[in-house]
């Protein structure tokens, strides 16, 4: 086979790919199933939430162009899709123990520097937390967890 053959191979196989995948979605939810509904987030730790976690923990994502080119459309849908399955800032319909473990969780993960994802820093230097980020936003996640429980 000639090189000419195996790139216009290569550019039919890459072309295809763009027709097949998931898609990216946002579906509605009402501002009541939120977050901010159920537990009180200030500005600063919506600020940080925004930028490092809702691209992947919410229905409210910003979907870059490369989302959109196959196959790594691929794997950003399925971080985000994975991501939402897990906890979903914009659609929290958690029992107050779930949330407050969600909660915890989410500052266990920041502590440990696995969110957001390293793939996602690389791209979105932005989203990288701060020491002082990381302190305010366990702050506020235990804060809000025992709320959520004493609530109930």
């Known amino acids: 086979m000639t090189l000419k053959a195996v790139l216009a191979l290569g550019i039919v196989v890459l072309a295809g790919m763009q027709m097949f995948g998931p898609a990216r979605t946002n579906p509605p939810t009402a501002p009541g199933q939120a977050l901010a509904a159920k537990v009180p987030v200030p500005d600063h730790i919506q600020t940080v939430l925004q930028r490092s976690c809702m691209d ?3 229905n409210e994502t910003h ?3 490369y989302s ?3 196959p790594m459309s691929w794997g950003v849908i399925g971080d985000v899709n994975e991501g939402r399955d897990h906890m979903n800032i914009s ?6 123990e779930e949330g407050a473990e969600l909660l915890d969780g989410m500052c ?3 502590k440990r520097r696995r969110m957001p994802l ?4 690389w791209v ?3 989203a990288k937390l701060t020491d002082d980020e990381i302190k ?16 109930h």
């Open 56 to 58: 992947c923990h919410s």
């Open 63 to 65: 979907w870059p162009w």
């Open 68 to 70: 959109y080119v196959a």
């Open 91 to 96: 659609d929290w319909r958690y029992s107050p």
């Open 108 to 110: 266990k993960q920041v």
């Open 118 to 121: 390293t793939a996602y820093t």
């Open 124 to 126: 979105h230097w932005s």
């Open 136 to 151: 305010q936003v366990c702050t506020w996640a235990n804060d809000s967890a025992e709320r959520l429980v004493a609530s």
